[in-house]
């Protein structure tokens, strides 16, 4: 006897398992055995099940990757029988797209996600007796943030050089670990301590710094940009082509203009002894402040520009403008120096604004002139013969109280002076006749020598007085030895 079952199916719902066309034959053969019982003999037929394999690297199917970063593309070849490819559990992130191939059967995986979090998913084939299945993972994981930590309003400072700055503090997060900095001014950095990056420190040059933080160690390129300024201590400079702060002026005369940098939104205020003179004025074209005065009477004027909200101190300009008679009377004196009287000394009060003097002399008013210039007011000529006159006369160079003036001074001649050397006075000289000596001792001798060293008279004498006549020696220079006792003195003395 035999019993036969056809086109039995059985589906395993829990564990995905079909069995399509499975049946059994069973045929019950009566075999005789000692006892007497059949046994049945069970034949059975398998299915022939779809097959599904990933063709990219294993690291594909479990993959992290950043938000908005390209994933590796997740590839699977569909066989034996399978018609196709879905995702059949889980579920794919945003930006994430699985395409099936028929032609080639492949179902590849790829994309860009725009959502963060962790993806399973699973992939099943279809078309075929029974389906194959596999799990894959993408782990999408979010930028690398860098905030403005709540200790630091903005990340803007004006600061003063050589002055720690008050810290800018940013929080790192989702995963960053570090910062990459450019632009901070020298003596500024930047430190990592947790989760907060600070910038702190004190400027050494003064400037205008953009900088930027970029996030390290996590996802993205987060940063922040920021600009310290670096200002100098004093915002009160003068401008190259500024006057002076301390000038001379003349009567009834502004001063020159006090040219400075400050701050077009300061608050600058004078203060000037006597009131009343001083102006302030602010430039929009160039940016400069200007110092400038009404006409001054003669007097002093001392002045003070402060500078009262400046952002590193108050820095002070003081300045004083003094203003002389017009127009200004100049002096000139001379006097003679020397044992002999050889160098003549010419001096003069200096004159206000006066950047120098040119000079001029002639010596016994000769035809040939001498001149030159001086920042002194003194001016000595030396190596004179006796008897020599010199005719001066000097010049203000530069702008002062009054037109260009020359004054004159002329020596004294020199027979005019009673000359003394050790206790020995002699005169006149330049000599055309008579010539006197008087000594504080008694005289023993004189001898008298012309240029050539040639003696031409010698006399004895037994005095403290002697008187010459030297009216028919010839024009020139002449040596007489003076013999006192032990001491022996030559005085040179000019014939005309």
């Known amino acids: 006897m035999a019993l036969i079952f056809r086109n039995i199916y059985i589906y395993a719902q829990s564990k ?33 099940c779809a097959t599904l394999a ?9 993959q992290t990757v950043c938000v908005n970063t390209a994933i590796d593309p997740i590839v699977y070849v569909v066989g034996n029988g399978g018609t196709g490819a879905v995702i059949s559990a889980g579920g794919l992130p945003a930006g994430i797209t699985a395409t099936y191939n028929a032609a080639t059967a492949v179902m590849t995986i790829s994309g860009t996600p725009t959502v963060i979090g962790v993806f399973n998913f699973e992939i099943t084939t279809t078309g075929g007796e029974c389906p194959a299945t596999l799990n894959a993972v993408i782990a999408v994981l979010p930028n690398a943030t860098i905030t403005m930590n709540v200790n630091t309003l903005v990340p803007n400072q004006i600061i003063c050089v050589n002055t720690p700055m008050a810290p800018i503090k940013f929080n790192l997060g989702n995963g960053a670990t570090g910062t990459a ?3 901070l001014p020298i003596g500024i950095t930047g430190s990592v301590a947790g989760s907060v990056f600070t910038i702190s420190g004190a400027p050494t040059t003064v400037g205008v710094y953009s900088y930027t933080v970029t996030a390290t160690g996590g996802c993205g390129n987060a940063t922040r940009t920021g600009t310290l300024t670096v200002i100098s201590e004093a915002l009160l400079n003068l401008v190259p082509a500024s006057a002076p702060l301390s000038q001379i002026s003349c009567e009834l005369h502004p001063m020159s203009p006090v040219v400075f940098q400050a701050p077009s939104n300061s608050n600058i205020q004078i203060t000037d ?22 006409p001054l009477p003669i007097g002093v004027y001392n002045y003070e520009v402060s500078l009262l909200d400046g952002n590193c101190g108050s820095p002070v300009l003081s300045g ?13 004196s001379c006097s003679w120096t020397g044992d002999t009287f050889e160098t003549i000394v010419f001096d003069w009060v200096d004159v206000p604004g006066a950047t120098g003097y040119s000079y001029t002399y002639f010596i016994d008013e000769g035809p040939q002139a001498f001149s030159g210039t001086t920042t002194d007011t003194e001016f000595s000529l030396s190596g004179l013969v006796a008897g020599q006159s010199v005719n001066f006369k000097y010049s203000v160079l530069g702008d002062f109280c009054g037109n260009e003036m020359e004054a004159h001074c002329t020596s004294p001649p020199l027979a005019t002076i009673a000359f003394e050397k050790d206790g020995l006075a002699y005169y006149p000289n330049p000599v055309h006749d008579l010539f006197h000596l008087e000594s504080e001792t008694t005289i023993d001798s004189i001898s008298i020598f012309n240029a050539l060293g040639q003696e031409v008279r010698k006399n004895p004498i037994n005095g ?30 000019l014939k005309e």
Do not use: C
């Open 320 to 332: 004083s403008v003094t203003v002389y008679p017009f127009p200004f009377t100049m002096t000139l």
């Open 464 to 493: 403290r007085t002697l008187q010459m006549d030297l009216s028919n020696f010839d024009t020139g220079i002449y040596l007489i030895k003076v013999v006192s006792g032990s001491s022996v003195k030559t005085i040179r003395v």
């Open 273 to 294: 002894a006597p009131g009343g003179y001083f102006s302030l004025n602010h430039s929009m074209l160039t940016g400069n402040w200007e110092l400038t005065s009404s």
């Open 16 to 48: 995905h398992l079909i069995m399509k066309r499975f049946y059994f034959l069973l045929t019950f053969l009566m075999v005789s055995v000692a006892s007497g019982h059949e046994l049945p003999i069970v034949e059975i037929e398998t299915p022939n």
């Open 181 to 183: 900095t450019l632009g």
């Open 54 to 62: 990933l063709a990219s690297s294993v690291s594909t199917s479990n």
